[in-house]
């Protein structure tokens, strides 16, 4: 099966630009999902520490020390909070000026690690395999970030089992 999505952009501050994932078909983007999941849940209180890191993130920059490391030590993909929290989100951080906001989820205590839920399992595979998907495009020259934006092909594919 392939699913097909376009990187948009999602808010625009003054340091940073946030971008974000809307697959084909799907009426509201990955972050937006994630954001009313979580907003009515008795996760609240965590995803007002994950909005509040955001918040941060326009007034430093999107530097790595906001973001707990996941997946491969040669991808930007990353997760907020970095302390404790059973609420993640996973992001894609492309630089000191662009990131893009995935989804994520609930990751209980008693869990080691993203890749025992499939649900959080299948966030990370999805930033990872853009992150690769960029990387590819800007060797093409069918993509290019200059400061904070990412302009050229935002579309893509991900080939993932049935």
Same mark, same amino acid.
């Given at each position: 099966?392939?699913?097909?999505?376009?990187?948009?952009?999602? +808010?625009?501050?003054?340091?940073?630009?946030?971008?974000?994932?809307?697959?084909?078909?799907?009426? #509201?983007?990955?972050?937006? +999902?994630? &954001?009313?999941?979580?907003?009515?849940?008795?996760?609240? /209180?965590?995803?007002?520490?994950?909005?509040?890191?955001?918040?941060?993130?326009?007034?430093?920059?999107?530097?790595?020390?906001?973001?707990?490391?996941?997946?491969?030590?040669?991808?930007?993909?990353?997760?907020? /909070?970095?302390?404790?929290?059973?609420?993640?989100?996973?992001? &894609?951080?492309?630089?000191?000026?662009?990131?893009? &906001?995935?989804?994520?989820?609930? +990751? /209980?205590?008693?869990?080691?690690?993203?890749?025992? #839920?499939?649900? &959080?399992? #299948?966030?990370?595979?999805?930033?990872?395999?853009?992150?690769?998907?960029? +990387?590819?495009?800007?060797?093409?020259?069918?993509?290019?970030?200059?400061?904070?934006?990412?302009?050229? #092909?935002?579309?893509?594919?991900?080939?993932?089992?049935?």
């Amino acid at each position: 099966m392939e699913r097909r999505f376009t990187l948009e952009l999602y +808010k625009e501050y003054d340091k940073v630009n946030f971008y974000t994932i809307h697959f084909d078909g799907e009426s #509201d983007t990955e972050f937006d +999902k994630f &954001l009313s999941t979580f907003s009515s849940s008795k996760y609240l /209180p965590d995803l007002q520490k994950i909005l509040a890191v955001l918040k941060n993130l326009t007034i430093h920059g999107v530097l790595e020390r906001y973001f707990r490391r996941e997946s491969r030590m040669n991808d930007g993909v990353g997760a907020i /909070p970095i302390e404790t929290s059973e609420l993640r989100l996973y992001c &894609l951080r492309l630089c000191d000026s662009i990131i893009v &906001l995935g989804s994520g989820g609930v +990751k /209980p205590r008693t869990q080691r690690t993203y890749n025992e #839920d499939p649900l &959080l399992n #299948d966030c990370v595979k999805v930033l990872a395999t853009l992150d690769s998907l960029i +990387k590819m495009k800007i060797t093409q020259g069918k993509i290019s970030m200059n400061g904070k934006s990412i302009t050229g #092909d935002l579309k893509f594919y991900i080939k993932q089992n049935d």
